[in-house]
């Protein structure tokens, strides 16, 4: 189909590129921006009137729960979610049932993803067998299967030998190694510590759980030269270290997601276990210092850390629900509230949709193989992944206006910027607002 997009604002962050021209699409290409061929007939023209085209977003923490949790989301209701959230690209973890530690496991779950025609699934293969962390899984045979990375979810690990062998390993062959810092012993917690954790009873999850596990992979990335990817930091200390990690040279980036770039520990209010996450929401210090990392470049990317939970496991005192929330559809909007909160203008909405495009596909670099040159931005002769949003119209969060199945989100109820007209993934429309 050829499609053509015009009196739309195109903005694409990895270049600067910013201006009012229109855009055409052939062949599941963009075929050209602004300077339009006479001879292009279009099968159908969308009217961006009033709305930002940007290129799809990439989202590089995003649980589908298929396999094994089908009661809680479906590859279908997520990857729908997904394209009405504008993200045409993302990566799931490897903590499904089974783990995603088989090769023949990584290639079922891609192919059944593309039967879908929605957006592009990323899967990160398994560090260990069955996340155990104690065998190493085959990573060439995974990364020949489609894996993007490598890592052990919300399992830490507890031997450092392993974790340094699987470095040693990683580097040698140009993998990255996904982490979540998390000491193993003093991650066990419900809330992070702190007088509201005490006040309410809650079992507290300290600073030093991220900072001693940022330590053990700064020390050994010395040794190895591996890259890694650290996954949704929290703590105002822990994103000092990567600070100083990124000065020293290490290879390193690091991503948030969007609960702990708005929310804190007060959020939880009255055990509220919609605000019950993994990492837990930290004080105002923290939200903080994540907010300004994000801004400096200090933190590449946002993320959504889409988890949806059912019913059953989220009607439970707060210390015995499931963690987890929906994100995939909130994502875009709560990038541009950051922007607009920011008082940046022009440079803060410019810096958030670089957060969600162009930082998240350098992450996953060379991986994306021959779609690394137009992951993430908007280049002729690319993949034309893209998102048309219509930055000002505001849309209240419910379990009505959501289509993930799961419903559960701490900023349910809260009116947000920014609502998703057009997704386009490989050339063909994968959502449209209004049918």
């Keep these: 189909m050829n499609i053509l997009i015009q009196n739309g604002r195109v903005i694409d962050p990895a270049t600067g590129f910013d201006k009012k021209v229109p855009l055409a699409v052939a062949a599941g290409r963009l075929l050209a921006i602004e300077n339009i061929a006479p001879d292009f007939v279009p099968d159908r023209t969308l009217d961006a009137t009033g709305c930002i085209v940007v290129p799809g977003l990439i989202d590089l923490a995003a649980r589908l729960r298929e396999p094994g949790h089908e009661h809680e989301g479906m590859l279908d209701s997520e990857m729908a979610a997904a394209v009405a959230g504008g993200v045409t690209g993302l990566v799931c973890p490897p903590d499904t049932d089974p783990v995603l530690d088989e090769p023949g496991l990584v290639e079922m779950l891609k192919f059944r993803a593309e039967k879908l025609h929605r957006a592009r699934l990323f899967p990160l293969g398994a560090l260990t067998r069955g996340l155990a962390g104690e065998v190493l899984t085959e990573m060439a045979e995974l990364t020949e299967s489609g894996c993007v990375g490598f890592g052990q979810?919300?399992?830490?690990?507890?031997?450092?030998?392993?974790?340094?062998?699987?470095?040693?390993?990683?580097?040698?062959?140009?993998?990255?190694?996904?982490?979540?810092?998390?000491?193993?012993?003093?991650?066990?917690?419900v809330a992070a510590s702190g007088p509201l954790a005490t006040r309410l009873g809650l079992s507290g999850v300290p600073v030093a759980a991220?900072?001693?596990?940022?330590?053990?992979?700064?020390?050994?990335?010395?040794?190895?030269?591996?890259?890694?990817?650290?996954?949704?930091?929290?703590?105002?200390?822990?994103?000092?270290?990567?600070?100083?990690?990124?000065?020293?040279?290490?290879?390193?980036t690091a991503d948030v997601s969007i609960n702990s770039l708005h929310l804190t520990d007060a959020d939880i209010g009255f055990f509220d276990s919609r605000a019950r996450l993994n990492p837990p929401l930290r004080q105002q210090r923290d939200r903080d210092a994540i907010r300004a990392g994000l801004a400096d470049g200090t933190i590449d990317v946002l993320v959504s850390d889409h988890t949806p939970v059912d019913e059953d496991a989220k009607t439970l005192p707060f210390a015995e629900a499931e963690p987890g929330a929906t994100g995939l559809e909130l994502l875009l909007s709560l990038a541009v509230k950051w922007a607009d909160e920011s008082g940046s203008?022009?440079?803060?909405?410019?810096?958030?949709?670089?957060?969600?495009?162009?930082?998240?596909?350098?992450?996953?670099?060379?991986?994306?193989?021959?779609?690394?040159?137009?992951?993430?931005?908007?280049?002729?002769?690319?993949?034309?992944?893209?998102?048309?949003?219509?930055?000002?119209?505001?849309?209240?969060?419910?379990?009505?206006?959501?289509?993930?199945?799961?419903?559960?989100?701490p900023f349910s109820g809260y009116e947000l910027p920014a609502q998703v007209r057009w997704t386009l993934v490989g050339g063909q429309i994968a959502y449209a607002r209004h049918g």
Excluded at 157 to 167: G, I
Excluded at 225 to 239: K, T
Excluded at 351 to 377: D, E, F, M, N, Y
Aim: proline share 3%.
């Design 210 to 252: 991220e900072t001693i596990a940022l330590h053990t992979i700064f020390e050994l990335l010395k040794s190895t030269g591996a890259r890694v990817h650290l996954c949704r930091l929290s703590s105002a200390a822990g994103i000092d270290l990567v600070r100083r990690a990124k000065a020293e040279g290490l290879r390193v």
């Design 345 to 409: 203008g022009n440079a803060g909405l410019l810096r958030a949709l670089s957060v969600l495009t162009h930082a998240p596909a350098a992450v996953l670099g060379g991986s994306l193989g021959t779609l690394q040159a137009s992951l993430g931005r908007l280049a002729p002769g690319g993949v034309a992944d893209i998102c048309i949003f219509d930055p000002v119209a505001r849309w209240t969060v419910g379990a009505d206006t959501l289509r993930s199945q799961g419903k559960h989100t």
């Design 153 to 189: 979810a919300e399992v830490p690990l507890q031997s450092t030998q392993v974790l340094q062998r699987a470095l040693q390993y990683a580097a040698t062959f140009g993998y990255t190694v996904w982490l979540r810092p998390q000491e193993l012993y003093l991650g066990k917690g």
